[in-house]
């Protein structure tokens, strides 16, 4: 059974950079789409993007100017960076793995929540 | 892209059927066989239960099933049990700009 966590600080200074690691395990990164997916407070889930194994990218429109998705296939870990953060950007992050040409996540780790404040 | 529009609640009694429903438009769910559904336990990680508008992952009990009439897509779980309860996600592509959206999520209470 593949298991996914994350990792990474809790709080982030607002105009700093979000950086968080994802950990697979039961399972080897090499294929499927490794996402990341957020849930704001009192809201629904935001799909943030996907690194396909060998290094082709997706990102929502909406984070692409601040987002990058990297797999380290030597460690079996995907990272997420969110730069120039600001409030809005407080969650819960999720990893998961994507298939499917990365519209369906089939594993996903428990979520981290993230608060952005100084 | 809006978020797909989903009830805030539903409930049902042990042993009946309930649907929930995630309405979009033709550029999401009307559009495409990609919608999918997610359970999550508060706390837990989110779990998949229909993928491709009707199929159901390894391991995913038959009482849950997935259709779609136009752009509205919905999950049924007939036999309610007490584990049911928790909250659902719908997730539909939309297209190669937007790739997915999510619904708004509805908490599904076994009463």
């Known amino acids: 059974q593949v298991q996914l966590q994350e990792s990474g600080p809790g709080l982030v200074k607002p105009s700093e950079t979000l950086s968080l690691i994802c950990t697979v395990s039961g399972g080897s990164i090499t294929s499927y789409f490794w996402t990341w997916i957020r849930q704001s407070p009192g809201k629904g889930l935001e799909w943030i993007g996907y690194?396909?194994?060998?290094?082709?990218?997706n990102y929502n429109p909406s984070l692409k100017s601040r987002v990058t998705i990297s797999v380290d296939t030597s460690k079996n870990q995907f990272s997420l960076k969110l730069s120039s953060v600001t409030a809005a950007d407080t969650a819960v992050y999720y990893c998961a793995r994507g298939f499917s040409s990365g519209l369906t996540v089939d594993f996903w780790g428990q979520g981290t929540l993230v608060t952005v404040s100084s | 892209q809006s978020a797909l529009t989903q009830p805030r609640s539903v409930s049902g009694s042990p042993g009946q059927s309930v649907t929930v429903s995630c309405t979009g438009t033709?550029?999401?769910?009307?559009?495409?066989?990609?919608v999918s559904w997610y359970q999550h336990h508060p706390g837990k990680a989110p779990k998949l239960m229909i993928y491709?508008?009707?199929k159901r992952p390894s391991g995913v009990p038959d009482r849950f099933s997935g259709s779609k009439s136009g752009n509205t897509a919905s999950l049924t779980i007939s036999g309610l049990q007490a584990e049911d309860e928790a909250d659902y996600y719908c997730?539909?592509?939309?297209?190669?700009?937007?790739?997915?959206?999510f619904g708004g999520g509805t908490k599904l209470t076994v009463l």
């Open positions: 690194n396909y194994y060998s290094g082709s990218t």
């Open positions: 491709d508008v009707t």
């Open positions: 033709s550029s999401d769910v009307g559009g495409y066989n990609y």
């Open positions: 997730c539909s592509y939309a297209g190669t700009y937007t790739w997915v959206i």
